[in-house]
Each structure stands twice: as structure tokens, then as C-alpha cells.
């Protein structure tokens, strides 16, 4: 039974805004920064391209972000593969409470986490500080900058996805495929090389692929801790701030070109993602239950899950010291909820939270609004444009939000309107206008997986009852699809509240975010007011994962 | 009451329905029968106004409905799946309808119940629909479909999702409570044991066409095709040639020399000398062991039992003979696979000629 949902008046009506608002705020900015990377004083020139190639600061830039990337990728599967296996192939005590506490770096928002590293491990950090007393050392054991300290963070926060993708792909492994391994006569590790690695390996690929692109596009890391050492993000923000705007444009289209090349890679990925085993015989049926190595297991376990949470409780430790009080101690002498009173009561400390409220409501009911539409699109009907659309849905996902902030930038900063071009930045529009297109693929993804999941004979239950069109969306339709988009919003809040990346580039004293007050904080050493931001968005992130994450997770990123 | 005139539906270069035409009277109960693909589901969806006709009107009480979509044509749908709205409870998802149709608001509390307690559902309103039996739900698909008074009720394939006694027993209620009700209707199945429990006619479709309508015993006893005999019921089939015709019928002669009269399907041609498919059902034909002596008769066909299945009721033989084989019901003694047997028509059943070419 095939569909006649053909393009009618009406989904031409709803088909035509939801694709030029793509058109406008997603393609048409990205072809300015194109254009930019190729024009210098109204002319055409490949001036830009040849100084990018020729200065050994930028390629070197771009070296960098590749082999970062790289080691990043080799680190991450190193610290989540293991994991995955410790949790889902071996029993123990306490193994579903840490197998749950090992995704929590999921719920750090980029800088937060960052931050926290700079608190634990930075110079004066409690574990240098810890190791420089204990040695009795005059200097601190090691300087969190360059490229290691830049590997760490990555590594700790993008490990979650090989931890992720792989215990889900071994929950999925049919048992039955180790235990015929195993009956044939091959050992533990011959089964582990010839029969599990291979069937994990497209989930193995995948996480690969994100983290690449996510390490690609990292910009909180080498901001804070590269010092000298420059990726290319940190080097586009550099060149943004020398106002070299078309080594800024050739960056960023460096950046993208990378961005989306991973982007196909990992489409194609997950198009060849056949592994469920042929029966329905149980992967958990495997696990081992050890008897006094349980008990072992659940140490280390324990252990590698505390090591995961320093850095969240040493945020919200942080965020209970006064400002000045800490300076040469191990642990900071003075506590007190000094921090949290001055974020609620003084003006200038409560101006980014109400910045970040008003601006990310703004983006996300902006969202959930387009997501709706998209969504329904994308789900039921068919229009001309329909690819295109959907192409153009997923894109801000896979573009750095360095690149989107500058082809924004460069996009709304002249008034043109009948180009489409008005001047928004430096206006309280800009930021929202950010969240907005980097949210468009997380709250439609929500949607579209709600509209997929939503029978159609109940849209044609209701019109055979007499019910028209209008009547079916709001009884029928929209009661069915809230929950999951409600969730997708949920999410899309926490993250444009947090949002970091795109807001350096875009925002001005008065419109400055959360996240931006945040490092301006920890610039003038008021280490507890800059946790105190941090522990509230930790706080709220959490929530909307409680809410949210399970909901909108069930189809993976980019379908 | 419902006309189809010349419907037709392709689906890029796919004819999903090739120019149907059927009529279904007031009251009426009729059945679109076929295997799946044929077309049925995509004819049902049309009435519905779900699918849009590529070719053909649709005409409902005299008033062509074709470009009117579903929510204005006042007819009511069964879905396969129940279609139950699981956010709303069960009076809400049977008062639904009333309350797009406009009922007054006063009046709809008992409208439900009375629609809830028509199929045995009564006090069932307050209850989620997540929490009813798959037979409930079905009731409760039904009593919402039927509450707003529809002038039509479609219902596509209602009892495939119930189990087998359950699908009899509701079936029977079904047929029951549409005729106390004169409710029109038109019922999609590739059931055709459910077909002929139900129907008043049949509406037999094949890729698309329609291939013949007619009451049950009609279709079973006269088929307008091979393709109709074989779908209603179990059909054998031996080729021949025709010797002489008279009329309706036609003394068919067979490679072995034998000879059946035959009755010839209607609208066939079938001239003497031409080549022709005689069809036969189980019951209609009579089998003796070959061992059981006094020789072969004229109308005799010898055959060599492949397969005995016992069936409860009756036991039916699989015979091979030349390169066909056939199944007879019934009356082999107690023939053992392998062995040889004659068989033949009762005296009183005229078997069926088709055209040979014919499909």
C-alpha cells in the first residue's frame, strides 16, 4: 500500500516558508563566507586562499585540528571500549548505578567542562597542588597547556560516545555468535579478535566519525588550554579578532568543507548498519558474573566512575568559595554560598542568567515551531524540495558553531533587505538567531521521530469521524507528538542556554550569555562565581536529561 | 446507494486499481475479496477518501464524491490496526465524531453509551483504551466508526488481528449487528471463509480488476474465471478439448479418451475442437480403488493417490493423473498412497469449462 500523500495546495503552503527559512538562515550564510573566502574589496581574488596555505601558522592550524582529532578519536575508544565491556559483559555490585554515572560527561556543558579541568589538574588545580605538597616540590609537576592538556579534555568528554555506541551495539550482539565461536574451539581472546571487534565495528566507525567531527569543531578546549598551540577554531577566532575577515572566510570554509566530508563519511556509515544478530537470542545472557573478581571489578569500576565525576564535584565545590579566599591551599580554606547569593542579587551577575533565559526561550520556541512543521513535512508528505530539506536540516549539526557564528556574522552585519540581509549583530538578535540554527537539527530530528512514530490511520481515523484537517492536528496529531517534542525543546534549552562557541564570536556586553560572563569570571580569578554559573548549568542540563535524552536519542544523529 | 464507475488508481507506473466498476445497494453488506495486492485496501481507501482516484467517480447516494475529501464524505472506517486514539479513553474515541460532526454537546454522553453498549461495551467509557482486550478494542473501533450515524461503513480487514475462535465468534456478531442496524457496507479480506460467512456479495479482485461479483454461492458454484474458482474454494483443473457443444454445456473429451459434460463458464466462447481447462471441485467428485474391480467406466479417470490428509470431517486425496493433479473429497475407500484409483463427477455435479487460454 503505497502513499498518495502528493503535494497538495496545502503542503506547498506549509513547504514553501519551512524551506526559504532553511534556504535563508542555514544555506545562504554559509555561501557568504564562501563567497568572502574569495572577494577582497568587491573584487575576485584568490588572494586569502594562497596567504592561508602560505602561512605556516595556518596550516599548521589545520594540521593541528586534524591530528588532534586523530589522537582524540585513538584516546576516547581507548577509555569508552573498555568501559562499554566492563559494564555490559561482567557483573557486579553497583554495575547498573556506575554503568549509568559513566555517560555523565554527556551532561557537562563544553566550557563547564573545561573549566573544571582548569580547577582540577591547571596549575593551581587540586591534583597539582596535591602532587606538588606531596613531592614537596617548589615548582607545579605540569602546566595544563598545549596539545595534551587539549587531548585530556577531548578524551574525557568524548570518550561517552565509543561508551555509548558500544554498549549499544553489544547489547544488540547476539550471545549465540560467542558461544558458537567458542563451541568451534576458539579461545577468549581469538573470539573477542575474529568475532566480536568485527560485528562491532560499525558501531566502532560511527562513534569514530563523531568524535572526529566533534574534535574537528572544539573550540572551549584549545581556547582555555592551548595557549600558544592553535587549532584551527581557536586560529579562526584570532584571525576574527585581527579583523582579517578573509582568512577568516578561508578558514571557515576550511572548516566546513572538513566538517561535512565526516558528515557524508558517517551518513554513509550508518546507511551500511546491519548487525543485529539474525535471532532473538539475548546479549545480556553473556555476562559473566565473577566470584571474588567481582568484587575487584566493582572497586575498579568504582574507581574509573569516581575519576569520571571529579570534575563535576569539583565544580560544585569550587562554586562555594569566595572570591580571593583561595590562593596557595590544596583545598580552598573558606566555604560559603556567598557565589549563589551574588548570582541571584547582583544585578551584574544576574544580567547573563536572564540573558541566557530570554535568549535561548526565544531560539528554543522558535524551534520547536519549525521543528513542528519540518517535522510533519518530512514524516508525511511529499513536496518538491523534499531532499533538499531534509539535507538542509542536518547541516548546522555537522558545521562547527565557529563556522555558523562567522557566516552569521558576515551574513547580518549590512542592511540589504532585499538581499535578506539586515544588521543584527551587534543587536539582542543575533544570539538567539545562533541557537536557533544550531538547535533546528536536535528539536526536528524530535519531531520527525514522533511523526514517524505516530500510526497515519489515526490522522485518517479522525478524518473519516468528519474531523478536518485543522481539528485532526490539534485533537489528534499535536497530543500524540508533544511529549517527544517537548523533549527535543527540553534539550535544545539546556543547550542554547549554555551555549559558548557561537556566542564569543557573536555577543556584546549587554547581551553577554552565561557562558561568556563565565570566562570573564575565571579571567578576573573569581574561581566560585564561575563554578557557581557552571553548577547551575549542570543543574539544568541534568533535568532536561532526565526528561529529555531518552525520548529524542532513539534514532541516531543525522537520520 | 455507493457506484464505482470505472475506478481506477495507478501509482507511478504501478496500476493499483484498473477501472472498477461495482454497485453496492442500501443495507447492502459487500465483501472486496482477493489476495493481497490485488487492489482492495487501495479501492476501500478511495471510497474513504484517503486515496485520490487517478480515473472514475465515486458516487454516494446519487452525489458525486470523488474530489470531496474524507472528513466531508460521511462515511465511517474500521481500521485493520483499530486506529484507537490512546490518549483519549474509550467514550472520548467513540465521541469524537459526534463532536466533529456538531452533536449538540447535551446530547452526546448518551449517544456514546448507547453506540458502547450496541457492541456489549456498555460502562466500559471511563476505561483506557491501552487496558481493553484486542477483541475490545476491535468493539470499540466499530462503535466509534458507527456513532456519527455514517451513510456508508468501511471496514478493512477488522478481524485479521484476533485470534481464530475469537475471529468467528465476532464475526458472526458483526454480520448480525450491521443487519439489525441496516447499515450499508463494504468489508476488504483475503479471508474467503470470512467472505462467505459475511456477505450478502462478493467482490472478487485480482491485479487490480475486478474479476467478478456475486452472492457466495454464486461465485462458488459458477466462477467467471479460473482465477475466481481457484481463489473461492479448492478447484482442480484438467485439460481437454471440447467435442461438441450444446448450449451451456459441452462434453469435454480427455487425452485418455475419456469424456465429462461440463457446464461452460459464462461469456466463454469454447466452439468444438477448442482447447479447454475443466474445472471440478473435491466434493463434487467420486473415487473408487482401482483394485475394487468391474473396469474402467467411460467417464472414468485413472490417477494414483500422492497424498492422504485426514481432515476430521472428510479426507481429502491428492490424485495425479497425467500431468495434473486433483483433489477429491471423500469416498476412496480406504485408498493408500500409491495406490491406483478411478475417479470421476457425481452424477448430479456438472464440473466447469474454461478456454483453455483463458487465465
Known sequence: ?559 | MLRLADLGRRFGDVVAVDGVSLEVAAGEFLTLLGPSGCGKTTTLRMIAGFETPTSGRIVLDGRDVTPIPPQGRGVGMVFQNYALFTHMDVAENVAFGLQAQGAPRAEIPARVERALERVELGGYGKRRVQELSGGQQQRVALARAMAPEPRLLLLDEPLSNLDAALRERTRSELRALLKELGITAVFVTHDQEEAFALSDRIAVLDRGRLQQVGTPEALYARPANPFVAGFLGRASFLAGRVESRREETAVCLFPGGERWEARVAAGAELKAGAAVRVMARPESLRMRRAASGGGRGGRELEGVVTERRFAGAATFYRVRTGRAEVTVQGGGGDAGEGEAVYFRPHDDALPIAFPAEAE
Not at chain 1, 582529532?69 to 547498573?96: E, K, Q
Not at chain 1, 542554547?496 to 564570536?505: K, Y
Open chain 1, 1 to 559: 500500500m503505497s502513499d498518495s500523500r502528493s503535494s497538495g495546495r496545502g503542503t506547498l503552503l506549509l513547504a514553501l516558508p519551512v524551506a526559504l527559512l532553511l534556504l535563508w538562515l542555514v544555506l545562504y550564510p554559509n555561501l557568504f563566507v564562501l563567497r568572502d573566502s574569495f572577494v577582497e574589496g568587491g573584487r575576485l581574488t584568490l588572494d586569502h586562499w594562497r596567504r592561508f596555505w602560505a602561512s605556516g601558522t595556518e596550516v599548521g592550524a589545520l594540521w593541528a585540528s586534524v591530528w588532534i582529532s586523530v589522537l582524540s578519536v585513538v584516546l576516547s575508544a581507548a577509555v569508552g571500549v573498555p568501559l562499554a565491556f566492563l559494564f555490559s559483559r561482567y557483573d557486579f555490585p553497583g554495575r547498573r548505578i556506575l554503568g549509568g554515572l559513566a555517560a555523565m560527561p554527556v551532561l557537562l556543558p563544553p566550557l563547564v567542562g573545561t573549566i573544571s579541568f582548569l580547577f582540577l589538574y591547571g596549575e593551581s588545580g587540586f591534583l597539582t597542588r596535591g602532587v606538588q605538597v606531596a613531592l614537596g616540590l617548589a615548582e607545579p609537576p605540569w602546566r595544563l597547556t598545549g596539545p595534551w592538556a587539549i587531548l585530556l579534555v577531548h578524551a574525557y568528554t568524548m570518550y561517552v560516545y565509543f561508551y555509548l555506541f558500544t554498549a549499544a551495539g553489544l547489547s544488540r550482539l547476539d550471545a549465540s555468535y560467542a558461544e558458537a565461536s567458542a563451541a568451534l574451539g576458539a579461545g577468549r581472546w581469538t573470539t573477542l579478535r575474529r568475532v566480536t571487534l568485527p560485528l562491532l565495528a560499525p558501531a566502532l566507525g560511527g562513534a569514530g566519525l563523531l568524535v572526529f567531527m566533534t574534535s574537528m569543531a572544539s573550540f572551549s578546549a584549545p581556547y582555555v588550554f592551548g595557549g600558544g598551540f592553535r587549532v584551527l577554531t581557536t586560529q579562526l577566532y584570532a584571525s576574527k579578532l585581527n579583523g582579517e575577515e578573509g582568512l577568516v572566510a578561508v578558514e571557515a570554509t576550511v572548516l566546513a568543507l572538513a566538517s561535512l566530508l565526516f558528515l557524508v563519511l558517517l551518513q554513509r556509515y550508518e546507511g551500511g548498519r546491519q548487525y543485529t544478530g539474525a535471532s532473538k537470542g539475548s546479549g545480556a545472557g553473556s555476562r559473566k558474573r565473577g566470584g571474588r573478581g567481582a568484587l575487584l571489578l566493582s572497586l575498579l569500576a568504582f574507581l574509573g566512575v569516581g575519576f569520571l565525576l571529579l570534575p563535576h564535584a569539583t565544580v560544585l565545590l569550587v562554586s562555594f568559595v569566595p572570591e580571593g579566599t583561595w590562593t596557595t591551599e590544596i583545598l580552598p580554606p573558606v566555604y560559603s554560598v556567598e557565589g549563589y547569593r551574588a548570582l541571584f542579587t547582583e544585578p551584574e551577575r544576574l544580567v547573563p542568567v536572564l540573558n541566557s533565559l530570554r535568549m535561548a526561550t526565544l531560539a528554543t520556541v522558535a524551534n520547536v515551531a519549525f521543528a513542528f512543521a519540518a517535522g510533519y513535512l518530512l514524516a508525511r508528505r511529499r513536496f518538491p524540495g523534499r531532499r533538499m530539506v531534509d539535507a538542509l536540516v542536518v547541516l548546522p549539526w555537522a558545521l562547527p558553531g565557529t563556522v555558523l557564528a562567522i557566516a552569521l556574522a558576515s551574513t547580518f552585519s549590512v542592511n540589504e533587505p532585499l538581499a535578506g540581509r539586515f544588521v543584527l549583530v551587534g543587536t539582542f538578535a543575533i544570539l538567539p538567531l545562533a541557537y536557533f540554527v544550531r538547535n533546528v537539527p536536535l528539536v526536528t530530528r524530535a519531531a520527525l521521530t514522533s511523526f514517524r512514530q505516530l500510526d497515519p490511520s489515526l490522522e485518517e481515523a479522525a478524518a473519516s469521524l468528519g474531523a478536518g484537517r485543522a481539528t485532526a492536528l490539534r485533537r489528534v496529531v499535536l497530543p500524540l507528538v508533544l511529549p517527544g517534542l517537548a523533549a527535543g525543546a527540553l534539550l535544545a534549552w539546556v543547550t542554547a542556554l549554555g551555549e559558548f562557541v557561537s556566542s564569543i564570536l557573536l555577543y556584546t556586553h549587554r547581551t553577554r550569555p552565561i557562558s561568556v560572563e563565565m570566562l570573564a569570571q575565571l579571567r578576573a580569578f573569581d574561581f566560585g562565581g564561575a563554578a557557581a554559573y557552571g553548577v547551575l548549568l549542570i543543574a539544568l542540563v541534568a533535568l532536561a536529561f532526565v526528561f529529555g535524552w531518552r525520548r529524542v536519542n532513539e534514532e541516531p544523529p543525522g537520520g
